[in-house]
T-cell receptor
């Protein structure tokens, strides 16, 4: 089955800095890669996703890149703000099946004012 | 439109007690999922229902049973609770096909003593 590794487990940055979270996956059939943000005590919510036919996708301060050859994808947050503090989860899945995403273990991002 | 709702929000059980976690969605989604979230472990799939009338095991099904009561409702039952089942439980749903986004409920925090 699919295996998703996520690093780092904790990331501490100063407000205004950039943050990068990296994930690797094992199954070459995976073709959809969502990122979820979970604020403390809240539910996970999708913030951005990328499909395997695209190398990069941006949405304001957030971007995701995908390297299919190396089987890794990354989340980039620029100009971090305290409200970006949360746990971020990456996931990978093959869209042709019953849609069972495999999640990474999460990265706790702390943005210091 | 309430999205995905879960009851109860909190529950304390003694070892050996049973209980059912309830989940309902009002988005007419076909697929529903139960996850558990433990510190440092990410989201692990317990059971899922790809469509009304079907259920399948996920990564960690032992000690749990599920019922897809109708298209809206998907319940998770613990027949004989154990301390290892102390966790936060999330229900999720998705439409089926494209788009692939999962919508999560607010979670149930369960403690087994």
């Amino acid at each position: 089955g699919e295996n998703v590794e996520q690093h780092p487990s904790t990331l501490s940055v100063q407000e205004g800095d950039s943050a990068v979270i990296k994930c690797t996956y094992s199954d070459s059939a995976s073709n959809y890669f969502p990122w979820y943000k979970q604020e403390l005590g809240k539910r996970p919510q999708l913030i951005i996703d990328i499909r395997s036919n695209v190398g990069e996708k941006k949405d304001q301060r957030i971007a995701v890149t995908l390297n299919k050859t190396a089987k890794h994808f990354s989340l980039h947050i620029t100009e971090t703000q305290p409200e970006d503090s949360a746990v971020y989860f990456c996931a990978a899945l093959a869209s042709g099946g019953s849609y069972i995403p495999t999640f990474g273990r999460g990265t706790s991002l702390i943005v210091h004012p | 439109n309430a999205g995905v709702t879960q009851t109860p929000k909190f529950q304390v059980l003694k070892t050996g007690q049973s209980m059912t976690l309830q989940c309902a969605q009002d988005m007419n989604h076909n697929s529903m999922y139960w996850y558990r979230q433990d510190p440092g472990m990410g989201l692990r799939l317990i059971y899922y229902s790809a469509s009304e009338g079907t259920t399948d095991k996920g990564e960690v099904p032992n000690g749990y049973n599920v019922s897809r009561l109708n298209k809206r409702e998907f319940s998770l039952r613990l027949e004989s609770a154990a301390p290892s089942q102390t966790s936060v439980y999330f229900c999720a749903s998705r439409e089926g096909g494209v788009p692939y986004e999962q919508y999560f409920g607010p979670g149930t925090r369960l403690t087994v003593t």
